[in-house]
């Protein structure tokens, strides 16, 4: 069963915001929500992760609900070198993160 | 710090030959994963090590596949005898995990065609 949905593509002009949702229903308590990104023909590259609160790095803004069951990643200023398939996962941590990747959401940046 | 590298980054082989595929991890990590991406199946993972120990492979596929992790620097997976449908990206990722969360930081991947 899939734990994360997301819409299959979106498109966001250059220098404009770009949000990307998530719905993550079924989460549970100490599962972290993890954002990686594929660009085309290169391995995956981390963004960003959180647990409850919202997060801010350098690359991203990551914005949790209350509940949980729900999140966006924001790329403030998004430019064309962003396009690139994103991946959200929720990831229980053991002795490793398993990370189960689906479709993610095809982000196109545009003049 | 040279990042994950992988190699071959692309091998093209006869069905029936070994594949080998290598990876060296970020100095320092102590998880290493091995995953494969097709179109139709998208990115799955095969297996992963932890302080150099296997510690799930129930996403390889099959007894063709295997997997080695001699020493903290160096892995191998190994297809024999090789299929057209082992043909696939395939990407190496390491992390340091401390029992908290932890980032995987991929390789450039091996595209490999089997003919």
């Known amino acids: 069963d899939a734990k994360t949905t997301q819409p299959p593509s979106m498109d966001c002009a250059e220098g404009r915001a770009a949000n990307l949702p998530c719905n993550h229903s079924t989460i549970s308590g100490n599962e972290y929500v993890y954002w990686y990104r594929q660009i085309h023909s290169q391995g995956p590259q981390y963004i960003i992760h959180?647990?409850?609160n919202n997060e801010t790095n350098e690359m991203a803004s990551l914005i949790i609900t209350e509940d949980r069951k729900s999140s966006t990643l924001i790329l403030p200023h998004a430019t064309l070198r962003d396009t690139a398939v994103y991946y959200c996962i929720v990831s229980d941590t053991g002795t490793a993160s398993k990370l189960t990747f689906g479709t993610g959401t095809r982000l196109q940046v545009t003049l | 710090d040279a990042g994950v590298i992988q190699s071959p980054r692309h091998e093209v082989t006869e069905m029936g030959q070994e594949v080998t595929l290598r990876c060296k991890p970020i100095?320092?990590?102590?998880?290493l994963f091995w995953y494969r991406q097709t179109m139709m199946r998208g990115l799955e993972l095969l297996i992963y090590?932890?302080?150099?120990?296997?510690?799930?492979d129930s996403g390889m596929p099959e007894d063709r596949f295997s997997a080695k992790m001699p020493n903290a620097s160096f892995s191998t997976l190994k297809i024999q005898p090789s299929e057209p449908r082992d043909s696939a990206v395939y990407f190496c990722?390491?992390?340091?995990?401390?029992?908290?969360?932890?980032?995987?930081?991929f390789g450039p991947g091996t595209r490999l065609t089997v003919l």
């Open positions: 090590f932890n302080n150099n120990v296997p510690i799930d």
């Open positions: 990722a390491s992390s340091f995990q401390t029992g908290g969360t932890d980032t995987q930081y």
């Open positions: 959180g647990l409850k």
């Open positions: 100095s320092g990590h102590n998880s």
